[in-house]
């Protein structure tokens, strides 16, 4: 930290940006310089950020969180049905795509696919405007490959919650075990560091 706060003060560049650190990390980096954004993957299935501290010290110091993978690496789109539909790639990079966890998983899909079916919007903005809510310093990211699917994203800022529905997806996230790891193996260890 202390040299990037130099290269800050020498005009190399403006900001200074952390990611997957643990709420610790962040106040000690804090000390040392002001930090811009912490950027952590949260969605549905992904809150860790909110238990381990790191939603409330960004709040807390002012940082802004750019949550990266709102949409589950793609989960929560609805897109993919069965393990076969996922990619290899992510089958065999990150564990909750594995066909032995897969199908316990899709039931957050499902749980989503059911509000948003109320709500007339897509699966994915509603995972998209739940992220939102976390707090007004939490921006979403989702990826996306074509026009149509980020004007979908960008429309999850239209959705409304009524009290129980957001109750009942905060339930979901909180409550409802999601098997297998966010990354797998060496890279598991450099999270919340």
Request: hydrophobic content about 40%; aromatic content about 8%; proline content about 5%.
């Amino acid at each position: 930290m202390k040299n990037l706060s130099q290269l800050v003060k020498e005009g190399k560049f403006d900001h200074i940006g952390l990611s997957e650190c643990s709420a610790n990390t962040i106040r000690r980096a804090f000390k040392v310089h002001p930090i811009a954004t912490v950027e952590i993957e949260y969605s549905l299935w992904a809150i860790e950020a909110k238990s381990n501290g790191v939603l409330d010290t960004t709040k807390e110091l002012g940082i802004a969180i750019i949550a990266y993978s709102p949409l589950g690496r793609g989960i929560l789109t609805g897109t993919w049905k069965t393990a076969e539909d996922v990619p290899p790639l992510l089958r065999e990079r990150f564990p909750r795509f594995a066909p032995e966890n897969f199908e316990h998983n899709i039931q957050f899909l499902h749980f989503v696919e059911g509000i948003a079916k109320k709500k007339g919007c897509t699966p994915a903005q509603v995972a998209i405007k739940w992220v939102e809510m976390a707090g007004d310093h939490v921006i979403p990211i989702p990826g996306a490959r074509t026009l149509s699917r980020v004007e979908e994203n960008m429309n999850a800022a239209k959705v409304e919650f009524t009290k129980e529905e957001l109750d009942q997806l905060n339930d979901l996230a909180e409550k409802t075990d999601v098997k297998g790891e966010r990354y797998g193996g060496e890279q598991t260890k450099l999270l919340w560091g």
